[in-house]
């Protein structure tokens, strides 16, 4: 007997028929995908760092990560601009961001810790358990900012805990500070490579958290400002320039360290609250608190 097919298979098994998606915002897809595009070429130079034993492949690593940061800064600020906000976009630009600053980040913890040796119990056991907490806190903190986050422009000004980017940026930042030539010279790199997993830790457990952090780029980008902010931003490009790899690990090692910083002094200076003065009691109150003895 032939099987009859069902025009509207959607009401035959009690489930709506998922909405195909006919339109795309294109300018703003092609910058989310740039972010994806860096964090994929990411991975692929950290696996030869590993195979090949060459450092120069991690360093490469770090600075696609970096990149990433600023296409990861545009898109949003396009689409708001430009009044093409979707869904779509927002669940592009969290999966691209988990790929380039869950994934790579923690695999680059994984292969430039494993590149520099090391009782065996931290590299066999201890180093994979950070790269993949450190992943699955991103996943956690992109999950959780997509569910939130409105297109309104008042929810971009500020975040509930480390921004993915920012933590990515410590770690990317600690790895090209390590192999920065001065500071080999001066002997502070093996401290630093020696603090990266410490470092991924930390962020991960900040990615997940309530602390509150600034929107940087919202700030700078929205409004006017005065002309003094043109000069100070013109000197950080001047020292990101000279220094490069020790100006990137600071700037994002200090952005992360204000966060908790900033929680605890508004937790120290919080006033105790004051209890409420007591009413005088009423007459018919008194008269019957009096009947009662």
Do not use: Q
Request: with cysteine; glycine share 10%.
């Amino acid at each position: 007997m032939e099987r009859l097919s069902s025009p509207e298979p959607g009401r035959r098994w009690g489930f709506r028929r998922p909405r195909r998606l006919r339109t795309i915002a294109l300018l703003p897809t092609l910058i989310t995908l740039g972010n994806g595009v860096c964090g994929v070429m990411a991975i692929f130079k950290i696996g030869l760092g590993m195979t090949e034993h060459n450092e120069n492949h991690f360093r490469a690593a770090g600075w696609l990560i970096l990149g990433a940061m600023v296409f990861d800064a545009l898109d949003g600020f396009v689409a708001r601009m430009t009044r093409t906000t979707s869904n779509f976009g927002a669940m592009l630009d969290s999966l691209c961001d988990l790929v380039t600053f869950g994934v790579a980040p923690g695999f680059l913890v994984f292969g430039v810790t494993r590149a520099a040796g090391g009782p065996e119990l931290v590299r066999e056991h201890v180093i994979p358990a950070v790269g993949v907490l450190y992943a699955m806190c991103a996943l956690i903190r992109l999950a959780r900012f997509t569910v939130e986050t409105t297109p309104d422009e008042s929810s971009h000004r500020e975040f509930a805990g480390l921004p993915s980017p920012a933590a990515a940026g410590i770690v990317a930042g600690a790895v090209l500070a390590s192999l920065y030539p001065p500071f080999r010279e001066l002997g502070v790199a093996p401290a630093i490579s020696g603090a990266i997993p410490g470092l991924a830790l930390a962020t991960a457990i900040l990615m997940v958290s309530r602390v509150k952090y600034a929107h940087v780029i919202n700030k700078l980008l929205r409004g006017k400002h005065r002309f003094v902010t043109l000069v100070e931003i013109a000197l950080a490009v001047t020292l990101a320039v000279i220094f490069r790899e020790a100006a990137f690990f600071l700037a994002f090692f200090v952005y992360g360290v204000t966060g908790p910083l900033l929680w605890l002094k508004r937790r120290v200076s919080r006033k105790p609250g004051t209890a409420p003065a007591a009413s005088p009691p009423s007459p018919a109150t008194a008269k019957n608190d009096k009947n009662l003895f």
